[in-house]
């Protein structure tokens, strides 16, 4: 990756700290302005406003984490291509691909584990909401440990056709020294 669109990338550095921010603010509204209303009732669609208010604030929030992620994704690709780079996987493709891939499971890993417990607190449905990320990372893990195995069989199987080539080459050859 050339040093002009890793500049390009790191400019979407102030917008994911701005989206996480706001994020963290909505959130923090959504546990302390829900119980200010407590007891009314919003009229036409009979849900307490307790709720309401909790669920909008809630979207907001979900709509900053999913800004967040798109640019922590967009700036994790850039990191992973660099810290690749150090490794010594410079222009391999598929070894860069099983790289990211490894680095998102390791990621996958690390934010649901910060994350369940923190959706687990939410009142009434943290369980269902805690479970469900728990199935999404699952999922998500293997997807990526199937990517990864299909990238390696596919270079294994591209390792073993030159090898078999080499062979044939090599067995053409002794037949024409001892015929």
């Known amino acids: 990756m050339s040093r002009k669109k890793i500049r390009e990338e790191m400019k979407r550095l102030p917008r994911l700290i701005m989206s996480v921010t706001m994020a963290a603010i909505f959130w923090g509204i ?6 200010l209303v407590e007891g009314m009732t919003v009229p036409g669609i009979n849900v307490s406003g307790r709720f309401f ?8 929030t979900v709509i900053f984490v999913i800004r967040a992620l798109a640019d922590a994704l967009s700036l994790a690709d850039v990191l992973t291509d660099i810290f690749l780079r150090r490794l010594g996987a410079k222009e391999d493709r598929s070894l860069i691909r099983v790289g990211r891939d490894a680095i998102y499971i390791i ?42 195995g299909r990238v390696l069989y596919r270079t294994v199987e591209e390792k073993a056709e030159v090898l078999a080539d080499r062979l044939v080459k090599l067995a053409k050859r002794n037949r024409k020294k001892k015929g």
């Open 53 to 60: 208010l909790w669920v909008c604030f809630m979207l907001v």
């Open 107 to 148: 990621l996958t890993i690390l934010l649901a584990s910060a994350f369940i417990p923190i959706l687990s607190s939410v009142a009434e449905i943290g369980n269902m909401l805690a479970s469900a990320a728990s199935l999404v990372a699952l999922g998500l893990i293997i997807l990526l440990i199937y990517d990864i």
């Open 30 to 35: 959504s546990m302390v302005v829900p119980p």
